[in-house]
Nanobody
Framework: EVQLVESGGGLVQAGGSLRLSCAASGFTFDDYAIGWFRQAPGKEREGVSC????????YYADSVKGRFTISRDNAKNTVYLQMNSLKPEDTAVYYC????????????????????WGQGTQVTVSS
């Protein structure tokens, strides 16, 4: 069974940090680009950051550039999102997704689509 399991969310004060993890199983992890997306109630899903299958290309939304860092460890089938200097507007449910045969631009900016999705983890940033 294909699984993507997010962890690491929680409640933090503005300016704080969190590290999200996405653990994958049931598919060939290094054949897939991985992305982090977020969605708040009443708001469209947003591509936050995506990373290519071989770790040679990354994308960051302008709103998080300089604050968030995406990385992957293919040996561990895990992708991370280090989030620093968090702002209240970062509050959302964060999902990881896997997509084959895609560029990070297409995945994160264009279709904002994945072949597989995790269940999400809540990130809440208080003022």
């Amino acid at each position: 069974e294909v699984q993507l399991v997010e962890s690491g969310g929680g409640l933090v004060q503005a300016g704080g940090s969190l590290r999200l993890s996405c653990a994958a199983s049931g598919f060939t992890f290094d054949d897939y680009a991985i992305g982090w997306f977020r969605q708040a109630p009443g708001k469209e899903r947003e591509g936050v950051s995506c990373i290519s299958r071989s770790d040679d290309n990354t994308y960051y939304a302008d709103s998080v550039k300089g604050r968030f860092t995406i990385s992957r460890d293919n040996a561990k089938n895990t992708v991370y999102l280090q989030m620093n200097s968090l702002k209240p507007e970062d509050t959302a449910v964060y999902y990881c997704a896997a997509r084959r045969w895609t560029s990070v631009q297409a995945m994160c900016v264009g279709a904002r689509r994945g072949d597989y999705w995790g269940q999400g983890t809540q990130v809440t940033v208080s003022s």
